[in-house]
């Protein structure tokens, strides 16, 4: 409004100056009936200005009498409070079809009608969305619940810059503490203890994870086997003992669980604890715990007399089974039975070709010193 006064006073000095300095006036005449009205061009233009100015204060005037009385406060409050309503609703609707920036806007020209803090919680939300987390807290200064403000900026602020949940961990456990039920910040929380390696608090919170479904099926089994995997391998480093009797004190359905038992695998393994991994592995299969395309994946399995038996039983009944013939490929690998390993992994990659097991087969070409046939086999694996 500043502007448009300064643009009219310039217009209107112009207007003066111009001609005055040019000795030539103008002027307008106006005739109404046998009445005619005769002025210079600048006088004119004044008083068209004064005109519209008197004529704007006129209508402000009674605009301000009018809401001053209780039907005009009626009235007007309505219509505003009928704009906050429509530009809230079509907020909803933006926020709903997943374009936030407009769902931002619109919560924005809403507050602006009606200072609503319900508004202001959906108008922190959109912009945390737009990753506009400065915005978002500011919104939250209008919340109608103070308490819930703590919460929400911590989450802000973790989403903002990641890093801050690990030097946090003590204030996220209290929220914890506080909040059991909120999904995003027992994700914030299991992030901060894995960056942290405080693998045990992870399995603590498993459970939570699963029933708030805070990851997908495949994100949760990937961080429990990563958590035991560790939690075991610190077992291990303690002792053969200390890691049987850490297994041996989870429950019988925690054992049975794929990714548990896989984990506690991939310890023995790692740990070259091959008399217990050759158990372990064997009596999953049996049980249906685990699975060998897994295992074959992961090169879990090991060449004990136990798993070995269960093979040959299941070649006996399948003799044409592709993934059975790649483990007994990969045992006769580990026990450097070349030729044995050669006539199970080429029938298996007859029947079931994969980069895995074209890998494993020029390592056998390698090792009897098939340079070819080596070099053929690796040029497979990277087709696959």
């Known amino acids: 409004m500043k502007y448009a006064w300064i643009i009219v006073l310039l217009l209107i000095a112009g207007l003066f100056i111009g001609p005055l300095w040019d000795g030539n006036t103008g002027y307008v ?47 007007f409050g309505r219509r505003r409070d009928s704009k906050a309503q429509a530009a809230t609703e079509q907020a909803a609707a933006a926020l709903v079809n997943g ?4 769902a931002s806007t619109a919560f924005n020209r809403s507050w602006q009608l009606r200072h609503d803090g319900t508004v202001a ?7 945390a969305q737009l990753e506009d987390f400065e915005q978002a807290r500011d919104w939250l200064q209008h919340a109608p619940t103070p308490d819930h403000i703590v919460l929400a900026e911590t989450l802000f602020s973790m989403q903002e810059n990641p890093k801050l949940a690990a030097q946090h961990v003590v204030e996220i456990q209290r929220l914890r503490k506080q909040y059991p039920q909120h999904p995003q910040l027992l994700r914030l929380a299991l992030r901060a ?14 459970a939570d994870a699963e029933r708030l479904q805070v990851f997908s099926a495949t994100e949760h089994t990937t961080l429990t086997e ?12 303690n002792g053969n003992s200390a890691l049987q009797t850490g297994w041996r004190e989870l429950s019988r359905d925690v054992r049975r669980r794929a990714a548990i038992r896989r984990a506690y695998l991939q310890a023995l393994v790692q740990l070259q604890q091959e008399e217990a991994a050759d158990k372990v592995a064997a009596r999953g299969l049996k049980r249906g715990d685990l699975q ?5 994946q992961q090169q879990l399995l090991v060449a004990g007399p136990e798993l070995r038996d269960y093979l040959q039983q299941q070649l006996k009944k399948t003799p044409e089974d592709g993934l059975l013939l790649q483990a007994m490929g990969q045992l006769a690998m580990r026990t450097k039975e070349w030729s044995l390993a050669e006539r199970a992994l080429r029938r298996a990659a007859e029947l079931v070709p994969s980069q895995r097991l074209w890998l494993d087969l020029a390592q056998v070409y390698a090792a009897q010193g098939n340079s070819a046939a080596a070099l053929s086999a690796y040029e497979k ?4």
């Open 193 to 206: 203890y894995e960056s942290l390696h405080r693998w045990q608090d992870i399995i603590d919170s498993l």
């Open 381 to 384: 694996a990277l087709r696959h």
């Open 292 to 296: 060998l395309a897994e295992l074959l």
């Open 121 to 127: 919680l959906l108008a922190s939300y959109s912009a």
């Open 226 to 237: 990563r958590a035991y995997r560790e939690h075991f391998l610190a077992l291990g480093r």
């Open 99 to 102: 374009d936030y920036r407009a």
């Open 29 to 75: 005449l106006i005739a109404v009936g046998n009445y005619t009205i005769e002025t210079s061009l600048v006088a004119s233009v004044i008083l068209l200005a004064v005109a519209f100015i008197l004529v704007r204060f006129l209508w402000h005037f009674i605009m301000r009498l009018v809401r001053g009385t209780s039907w005009g406060i009626k009235w």
